[in-house]
């Protein structure tokens, strides 16, 4: 009990607000953007920490298997035991988990309006900041990615796209939008638009929509996280 403990009644109850799936073996969340889902700069609470919330009498807690930006909202997935963990962490690497995306992206439509993005992409560190540049892919640090997308809707101004990506890089959507001319609304470290239809965007409008996964216990699943109502008011401006 010494982990639960470590949480205000506040935070158990954030905790216990934010699960959209449970059963014996995964925890599912609907992380907010603005919760971290590990330890970062921040000092202040994180989806990793709110797990104790979910803790056995043994102390033992979810585990995380995958990662959110921290302003990315959306399904994330917890595992309830050691063997659930290494079931899916095997399912991630072998790429049999398959993730669904929304996004806001600006100006207009992408061209062409559907398609793949094929560009390597390394990390690089200035200062306490990390940032992802698209380098070439014999380059070193370089990393294979790949980024199906196409348009839901759109006018002049923003498009809603929905996002599939076969490889999961560090802010691999938000970069490879951003270089074929469409970066993600209220993303400025990669150029994205900070105001759309006369008022502000006040985060990264991208939203893991739809998870989809082996289960430890046999069988598929599929979670689906519920649209953020500011994502969602902006995304019904397109096209009115």
């Known amino acids: 009990m010494a982990e639960r403990a470590r949480l205000t009644a506040a935070e158990i109850k954030l905790a216990r607000s934010l699960v959209i799936f449970e059963d014996a073996e995964v925890i599912a969340f609907a992380k907010p953007s603005g919760l971290s889902s590990q330890g970062g700069r921040i000092a202040a609470a994180t989806l990793d920490d709110l797990m104790a919330a979910f803790a056995k009498p043994s102390g033992v807690k979810p585990r995380l298997v995958h990662r959110l930006d921290r302003d990315t909202s959306g399904v994330i997935l917890a595992a309830k035991s050691q063997p659930a963990a290494a079931f899916l962490g095997k399912a991630m690497m072998a790429r049999r988990v398959k993730k669904t995306y929304l996004a806001i992206v600006a100006p207009g439509a992408p061209a062409p309006p559907a398609g793949t993005i094929e560009a390597a992409l ?61 970066p993600i609304a209220g993303d400025p470290r990669y150029g994205g638009a900070l105001a759309l239809y006369g008022a502000a965007v006040g985060r990264l409008m991208l939203h893991a929509a739809v998870l989809a996964f082996p289960h430890p216990a046999g069988g598929e699943r599929r979670i689906e996280a519920p649209t953020p109502v500011d994502f969602a008011a902006l995304a019904e401006r397109i096209g009115r």
């Open 122 to 182: 390394a990390r690089q560190d200035i200062g306490r900041e990390a940032y992802v540049r698209i380098v070439d892919p014999e380059a070193t640090g370089a990393q294979a990615a790949f980024t199906r997308y196409r348009t839901l809707k759109a006018d002049a101004v923003a498009a809603l796209t929905e996002l599939s990506p076969r490889t999961g890089r560090m802010h691999q959507l938000r970069v490879h939008l951003a270089s074929i001319g469409r």
